[in-house]
């Protein structure tokens, strides 16, 4: 398959099928499942960063100080953002803050459209450095995603809205996805002296996002804790594994 096809399928895949998941799972997936795929997505997303991202962009030339510099930054950025934003207690678990049930409906959606599309951006981008690596982020968002969904459904439920104009709407927003997954492919295919600073920002973003969405939300149910532990484990034990077994 060519690779902006492959693109194209990754960013469906991340963006849509976690939303289909978390809409035909909010009434069945339990919490204590929903915990055990929230903690392998959080060892994922840390292996992602640590073990490939990060490396990758050593190896494409970009020197250690400026990586780690450029790291710093992007952690401090991501704060403002998400304090601007004020989306971050949406990743992980059912999502729903207290605080996130006064939000306007809008303001649910939009929030949902931007994170996706970033989403969306930084799979396009792996794609040029190497396909594998690449599907095993699309493996990640799709695994972060599907809870944020969920949480997303349950505002849009709370706020009224019928299961079908709940579905309907999120599934616009959902394009963002591939949109971003597009564009971050095909601006950074003529601009590739970035790729090492992009994949700076996508390893931050999955810290970040493991770090503060997903690891708070994991220590308030702390009865599950030898099933996190175990499920992180696995989620991050994948990613050199996978890697080693599909490079050969
Ligand atoms: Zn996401």
Same mark, same amino acid.
């Given at each position: 398959m060519? /690779?902006?096809?492959?693109?194209v399928? %990754?960013?469906?895949?991340?963006?849509?099928? %976690?939303?289909g998941?978390?809409?035909?799972t909010?009434?069945r997936?339990s919490?204590?499942?929903?915990t055990?795929? /929230? %903690?392998?997505?959080?060892?994922l @997303?840390l292996?992602?960063?640590?073990?490939?991202?990060? #490396?990758?962009?050593?190896?494409?030339?970009?020197a250690?100080?400026t990586?780690?510099a450029?790291?710093?930054?992007?952690? @401090?950025?991501l704060?403002?953002?998400?304090?601007?934003?004020h989306?971050?207690?949406?990743?992980?678990g059912e999502?729903v803050?207290?605080?996130?049930?006064?939000?306007p409906? #809008? @303001?649910i959606?939009?929030?949902?459209?931007?994170? /996706? =599309?970033?989403?969306?951006? @930084?799979?396009? %981008?792996?794609?040029?450095?190497d #396909?594998?690596l690449?599907?095993t982020m699309? =493996?990640?968002?799709?695994?972060?995603e599907?809870?944020?969904?969920?949480g997303? =459904? *349950?505002?849009?439920?709370?706020?009224?809205?019928?299961r079908?104009?709940a579905?309907a709407?999120n599934?616009?927003?959902?394009?963002?996805?591939?949109l971003g997954?597009?564009?971050?492919?095909?601006?950074?295919a003529? *601009?590739?002296?970035?790729?090492?600073?992009v994949? /700076?920002?996508?390893?931050?973003?999955f810290?970040?996002? *493991?770090l503060?969405g997903?690891l708070?939300w994991l220590r308030r149910?702390?009865?599950?804790?030898?099933?996190?532990?175990g499920?992180m484990?696995?989620?991050? *034990?994948?990613? #050199?594994?996978?890697m080693r077994?599909l490079?050969t």
């Amino acid at each position: 398959m060519n /690779v902006l096809a492959q693109v194209v399928v %990754s960013g469906v895949l991340a963006g849509f099928a %976690s939303m289909g998941i978390a809409y035909f799972t909010t009434a069945r997936l339990s919490q204590p499942w929903l915990t055990r795929l /929230v %903690s392998f997505a959080a060892g994922l @997303m840390l292996a992602i960063a640590l073990l490939d991202l990060l #490396p990758e962009a050593l190896e494409s030339g970009l020197a250690a100080d400026t990586l780690f510099a450029e790291l710093l930054v992007a952690l @401090m950025a991501l704060f403002a953002i998400d304090v601007k934003l004020h989306a971050g207690c949406h990743h992980g678990g059912e999502g729903v803050c207290d605080h996130d049930l006064a939000r306007p409906v #809008p @303001m649910i959606l939009a929030g949902g459209a931007l994170h /996706v =599309f970033t989403d969306g951006l @930084m799979l396009g %981008s792996a794609f040029l450095v190497d #396909p594998v690596l690449a599907w095993t982020m699309t =493996f990640a968002v799709l695994a972060h995603e599907v809870p944020r969904e969920a949480g997303d =459904f *349950a505002l849009l439920l709370t706020a009224r809205w019928g299961r079908r104009k709940a579905l309907a709407w999120n599934a616009v927003t959902r394009l963002a996805c591939v949109l971003g997954a597009v564009a971050g492919y095909l601006v950074l295919a003529g *601009a590739q002296e970035w790729v090492p600073f992009v994949l /700076v920002v996508a390893a931050a973003n999955f810290i970040y996002i *493991a770090l503060t969405g997903i690891l708070p939300w994991l220590r308030r149910e702390q009865q599950a804790f030898a099933w996190q532990g175990g499920f992180m484990v696995i989620g991050a *034990a994948l990613v #050199p594994i996978g890697m080693r077994f599909l490079h050969t």
